[in-house]
């Protein structure tokens, strides 16, 4: 059973029109993350939550927005999407600290494209 | 955070050991080294974590020399299966800040 949930698993957006993308965990871990990757590059960490506590890169862009309404969801909004934010985003969980198997768990990913 | 230095891609045949070694030179006391593995169009699947020394699962080994500034994830007889790209990751897991920072990873390419 899926225990990272990303919704949809494929988005198409216009240029500049808000989009959110949605992530649940059935796993109750701590920590949530969000990630964007490009064709042929690794994971970029946007932005993490430990509980209620949002943690952003100070590279992530401000159009790069997130929200954690309890435990099981996390939701990615992108205020104007622009042609280079198409991309896989990621999301993530991982058990707090001072727990055993801190591993990261991740979901399959929603494909954006931007048109 | 700790920077990480992977080759950028590995090849080899159906039923060789591989080993892909990443360097973190200036990784901290209490960073622990973790490798994931990433398939096309899927997130990254974790495989391995360590702190020093030598540390097995059911998939593949991971070994730490006593400075701990490199790491070698070792593939036991690989598969075509086995063809993906390869992550080392170097972060503490003891604060509330738990930013997991991938490197750029190394491809690997499993040939029949």
């Known amino acids: 059973d899926a225990m990272v949930i990303q919704n949809p698993r494929y988005q198409v957006t216009q240029f500049g029109k808000p989009v959110t993308l949605s992530c649940s965990q059935t796993?109750?871990?701590?920590?949530m993350y969000w990630y964007q990757q490009k064709s042929s590059q690794a994971p970029k960490l946007l932005f993490h939550y430990y509980d209620k506590d949002f943690n952003n890169e100070a590279d992530t862009p401000d159009n790069f927005q997130s929200r954690r309404p309890n435990t099981s969801f996390c939701f990615l909004d992108i205020r104007s999407p622009g042609l280079g934010d198409a991309a896989m985003y990621l999301c993530?969980?991982?058990?707090?600290?001072?727990?055993?198997?801190?591993?990261?768990?991740f979901g399959q990913g929603t494909r954006l494209t931007v048109v | 955070l700790a920077k990480t230095t992977q080759p950028i891609s590995m090849d080899s045949y159906e039923g060789q050991e591989v080993n892909i070694t990443c360097s973190h030179n200036n990784i901290a006391t209490n960073d622990y080294i973790t490798w994931y593995q990433q398939f096309p169009s899927q997130g990254p699947r974790f495989i391995i974590q360590?702190?020093?020394t030598k540390v097995t699962n059911e998939v593949a080994s991971l070994f730490i020399p006593a400075d701990r500034k490199s790491s070698t994830l070792s593939l036991p007889r690989v598969s075509l299966s086995d063809t993906a790209v390869y992550y080392c990751?170097?972060?503490?897991?003891?604060?509330?800040?738990?930013?997991?920072?991938f490197g750029s990873g190394t491809r690997l390419q499993v040939q029949p």
């Open positions: 993530a969980t991982s058990r707090g600290v001072g727990q055993q198997n801190t591993e990261a768990f």
């Open positions: 990751l170097v972060g503490r897991l003891d604060t509330g800040r738990r930013a997991l920072t």
């Open positions: 796993l109750n871990h701590n920590v």
């Open positions: 360590g702190y020093k």
